[in-house]
């Protein structure tokens, strides 16, 4: 146990919850004692039949050697307790940048678990699907009203998997016209999946730097387009939280030669409901569910990364395409320039559940709200921590804003990210966007209230004082969580997945 006392500090005694992450929890081959059993039943009423008498011996498992054994309420507290470790968006502020760790409200979880679409079989023949189909195809609808894209397909897994699927679309609209082309450009702002994306499809990624302002370098954006370029792939707002304000103008620039525009719609949080990427010259736009449309995520999924496309890459959506012809919903399968499947079934539908109950309940005027909301929210961090973080790029933003350590020195983005954990927070993303040298990147969201900011604010004010007068104590930091610091790389390539008695680790 670490023996040091928690720093004394007042948002630990008038925040709400606990700070900190502080209990143990053994393993459970460390936990019970031989004998013991989760269940009691009464005796056997029938005869009882050796197992191999009835399954083939390579079906039965050989014995597990110290295989634990305990009672049901031992194992429902280690794994309760276990749960409790995990940070989450339902026990407190997440604010993590780019990730849009939103509130996910209840009642997507209670629709998404009713018998009807849960067990909804995804091979049973369309005429006992037309719920199932008629809520897929719904939910394109209103993807393509609030993005005023020409279609939406929804089969994509995940924010990365859209761009995937978007960059084939690209590639196949170029090789119909005789040439695939060679390059993709990318700011240097550029969420890491999308230059990932463009090399997974055979593209060498070509970046642009961005100007003083965080925006695309207009001028070297012109310099660098040419007739080999088959698309630019950009977020707007950028990951600094930046609207591109010369978005008409790089579309026209792409488009120019021939090239196609890639949105990243992963910022959508921001927009939506206000502006609309399809009229802003967009040829491809992913969507990130599991983000702007309420999905709980963080640990890797499950996501839902809907595409949506302008008229001229219909030809090449994946397959199948949901269709409505008179009131009757089908899977169209017979689309010969279609880039295939990129996904089992129909893609994550739960997941497009979730996203149909959440802009459902909210309706139009509320899809806007959100967005107005969580730009109010990160304005209003923006302006409470200026004067105490530095923001290397202080111009107007919308739904984030990406600060960093230079005033804090010789105390790091790590150190104050490590000290928010002891005041209950979730760190943010840090050290992203990379154009910003040790960044802190700040996402609020719309579903927090002002006194959750103001914790959070007086959290960070806090922590710049301690790293003014006593910068080792911010550097000494977690002390109220499980693992202090661990070291990550090494978790990260020599994972140690097996337990191992005590005597032989
Ligand atoms: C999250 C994110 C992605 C990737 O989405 P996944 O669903 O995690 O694959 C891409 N771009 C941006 C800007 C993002 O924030």
Redesign the pocket.
Do not use: L, P, V
């Given at each position: 146990m670490n023996e040091t006392p928690p720093p004394s500090t007042a948002s630990q005694t008038t925040g709400v919850g606990a700070p900190g992450l502080i209990s143990n929890e053994p393993l459970l081959f460390e936990l019970g004692s031989p004998g013991r059993q989760a269940y009691s039943l009464p005796p056997l009423d029938v005869p009882e039949v050796e197992l191999e008498t009835l399954l083939p011996p390579d079906e039965i498992r050989p014995p597990i050697e110290e295989f634990p054994e305990l009672g049901e309420l031992d194992v429902v507290r280690h794994f309760t307790r276990l749960s409790q470790w995990n940070f989450s968006i339902d026990t407190n502020f997440y604010p993590l940048g780019?990730?849009t760790m939103k509130y996910n409200p209840k009642i997507n979880e209670t629709l998404a678990r009713k018998p009807g679409f849960a067990g909804h079989h995804p091979l049973a023949p369309e005429s006992l699907s037309q719920g199932s189909l008629e809520l897929m195809f719904d939910l394109q609808e209103y993807l393509k009203e609030i993005s005023g894209m020409d279609h939406v397909h929804l089969q994509p897994a995940?924010?990365?998997?859209g761009?995937f699927a978007g960059m084939l679309m690209i590639h196949a609209y170029h090789s119909a016209r005789g040439r695939p082309r060679k390059k993709v450009l990318l700011p240097d702002s550029a969420?890491g999946?999308?230059p990932a994306s463009a090399t997974l499809c055979g593209y060498s990624a070509v970046q642009i730097p961005s100007d003083r302002d965080g925006l695309i370098d207009i001028d070297r954006l012109r310099e660098v387009m040419d007739e080999d370029t088959a698309a630019i792939m950009l977020?707007n707002p950028n990951?600094l939280g930046m609207f591109e304000k010369n978005i008409l103008e790089i579309t026209s620039i792409v488009h120019g030669k021939g090239g196609l525009v890639y949105c990243?719609g992963?910022?959508m949080n921001a927009i939506m409901g206000v502006t609309k990427l399809g009229r802003m010259g967009i040829d491809v736009l992913h969507f990130?569910l599991?983000?702007t449309f309420s999905t709980p995520h963080g640990g890797g999924g499950p996501?839902a990364?809907p595409v949506g496309i302008s008229d001229k890459l219909a030809p090449y959506l994946p397959v199948p395409v949901v269709v409505k012809k008179e009131g009757r919903l089908s899977l169209d399968h017979d689309r010969p320039e279609s880039i295939g499947k990129v996904k089992a079934f129909y893609g994550n539908f739960g997941i497009l559940l979730r996203a149909y109950a959440y802009i459902r309940s909210l309706g139009p005027e509320g899809i806007r709200k959100i967005s107005e909301a969580a730009v109010l929210n990160a304005n209003y961090l923006k302006a409470s921590l200026k004067d105490t973080y530095h923001l290397p790029y202080p111009g107007p933003s919308l739904h984030e804003c990406v600060f960093n350590d230079k005033l804090q020195h010789p105390a790091t983005t790590m150190d104050i990210a490590k000290s928010l954990i002891d005041r209950g927070f979730h760190p943010p993303t840090i050290y992203f966007p990379l154009i910003v040298k040790s960044a802190l990147m700040v996402e609020p969201t719309e579903s927090e209230s002002r006194e959750t900011l103001d914790r959070f604010v007086e959290a960070l004010l806090e922590i710049d004082r301690v790293a003014k007068t006593a910068p080792e104590q911010v550097h000494d930091t977690p002390r109220l969580a499980k693992v202090s610091r661990p070291d990550e790389a090494g978790a990260a390539r020599r994972p140690i997945l097996r337990w191992r008695p005590a005597e032989s680790a």
């Open positions: 780019s990730c995940a924010g990365a998997q761009e969420h999946t999308n977020t990951t990243d992963a910022n990130n599991h983000k996501g990364g």
